[in-house]
């Protein structure tokens, strides 16, 4: 817990947040860091996997961490709000080809901080501080909550629908290039993560096949954005699992975070393999090739489902 906020008052921005300064008394491992809201933390040691005990160690310390937070209270309150390591990163699409870049943990704090790794110099400039309202950044984040996780898509044109305004349906970023390609008669040469936006599209803008399984492509579309999506039902399900794993034990004994984290690792290996069936299922049938069958979408619609709850059900246990 640091002393919180030095720095004048009634100031407005965001709160810059020395990380260190979250456990006092505690050296963590050396490390290096992506200053943001919810920081990436790579631990500079080579060879030493995220499991190490010295991170485990560092993990349950930042997620007790309080501190005065000057938009909240005079009084500590709780930092953290999720946190991920490789397993849980891996359930939120954080895990590329290139392994270097994976961090070895990533901290969701509430989304009034931003974490650094030194004291901040205050807007007086007179002093620096642990903690410190920085007028210089507009409060902007959001990190795995809903004041950052909606934003607005326009779409207008030939072969669109005139709904006005709607948020009828989910879409991500991911959605918009192949609803733009469908839309322009072009597809890419790869398989696209995101779907097209059928129910924004006119009957005669998108292909046979799609107008042919319409009702059971538009259902799969929904439950594969909710196993998918990094913002999506399963993602926080696991995330919420992930939390609490990474909180857990003791340097003597962390059974409980290793059987938690198998859960993880399983449930994220039943949904990739799903998800690869149902993305190649929604490119066919926007842009041609071998398309499934209705009983195909109905099974994998109600697998999606069976491993929403799952997830759920995991959550709730934790």
Same mark, same amino acid.
């Given at each position: 817990?640091?002393?919180?906020? @030095?720095? %004048?008052?009634?100031?407005?921005?965001?709160?810059?947040?020395?990380?260190?300064?979250?456990?006092?008394?505690?050296?963590?491992?050396?490390?290096?860091?992506?200053?943001?809201?919810?920081? @990436?933390?790579?631990?500079?040691?080579?060879?030493?996997?995220?499991?190490?005990?010295?991170?485990?160690?560092?993990?349950?310390?930042?997620?007790?961490?309080?501190?005065?937070?000057?938009?909240?209270?005079?009084?500590?309150?709780?930092?953290?709000?999720?946190?991920?390591?490789?397993?849980?990163?891996?359930?939120?699409?954080?895990?590329?080809?290139?392994?270097?870049?994976?961090?070895?943990?990533?901290?969701?704090?509430?989304?009034?901080?931003?974490? @650094?790794?030194?004291?901040?110099?205050?807007?007086?400039?007179?002093?620096?501080?642990?903690?410190?309202?920085?007028?210089?950044?507009?409060?902007?984040?959001?990190?795995? @909550?809903?004041?950052?996780?909606?934003?607005?898509?326009?779409?207008?044109? %030939?072969?669109?629908?005139?709904?006005?305004?709607?948020?009828?349906?989910?879409?991500?970023?991911?959605?918009?290039?192949?609803?733009?390609?469908?839309?322009?008669?072009?597809?890419?040469?790869?398989?696209?993560?995101?779907?097209?936006?059928?129910?924004?599209?006119?009957?005669?803008?998108?292909?046979?096949?799609?107008?042919?399984?319409?009702?059971?492509?538009?259902?799969?579309?929904?439950?594969?954005?909710?196993?998918?999506?990094?913002?999506?039902?399963?993602?926080?399900?696991?995330?919420?699992?992930?939390?609490?794993?990474?909180?857990?034990?003791?340097?003597?004994?962390?059974?409980?975070?290793?059987?938690?984290?198998?859960?993880?690792?399983?449930?994220?290996?039943?949904?990739?393999?799903?998800?690869?069936?149902?993305?190649?299922?929604?490119?066919?049938?926007?842009?041609?090739?071998?398309?499934?069958?209705?009983?195909?979408?109905?099974?994998?619609?109600?697998?999606?489902?069976?491993?929403?709850?799952?997830?759920?059900?995991?959550?709730?246990?934790?």
């Amino acid at each position: 817990m640091t002393s919180g906020q @030095t720095c %004048p008052a009634n100031q407005i921005g965001e709160v810059t947040q020395n990380i260190k300064a979250l456990t006092p008394g505690y050296t963590p491992p050396t490390f290096d860091m992506h200053f943001d809201s919810a920081p @990436t933390v790579y631990v500079s040691k080579a060879g030493t996997p995220p499991t190490a005990a010295e991170i485990r160690s560092w993990q349950r310390k930042l997620a007790a961490a309080q501190n005065i937070d000057p938009y909240v209270s005079s009084s500590p309150s709780q930092v953290m709000l999720y946190m991920a390591d490789t397993v849980g990163e891996k359930a939120l699409h954080m895990v590329n080809a290139d392994p270097q870049r994976t961090p070895d943990f990533t901290y969701f704090a509430n989304p009034d901080y931003f974490l @650094t790794t030194s004291d901040a110099k205050c807007p007086d400039d007179a002093h620096k501080a642990a903690t410190c309202v920085d007028y210089h950044f507009a409060w902007s984040h959001g990190d795995a @909550t809903e004041d950052i996780g909606r934003t607005w898509l326009g779409i207008v044109g %030939p072969g669109v629908k005139n709904l006005g305004r709607t948020s009828s349906t989910w879409s991500d970023h991911a959605d918009t290039r192949p609803t733009m390609l469908a839309l322009l008669g072009l597809k890419d040469s790869y398989e696209p993560d995101g779907a097209v936006l059928a129910d924004f599209l006119q009957t005669q803008a998108v292909s046979r096949d799609l107008r042919a399984h319409h009702e059971s492509l538009v259902r799969l579309h929904e439950v594969y954005k909710q196993i998918a999506a990094p913002f999506g039902p399963f993602a926080h399900n696991t995330l919420l699992v992930s939390t609490h794993a990474l909180a857990s034990g003791s340097a003597t004994d962390d059974s409980h975070y290793t059987s938690v984290e198998n859960s993880i690792a399983s449930l994220t290996s039943q949904r990739d393999t799903l998800e690869a069936r149902m993305r190649t299922a929604l490119t066919n049938a926007a842009f041609g090739g071998p398309t499934a069958s209705e009983q195909d979408l109905k099974a994998m619609i109600a697998s999606g489902r069976q491993l929403l709850n799952q997830s759920s059900a995991l959550a709730a246990n934790s």
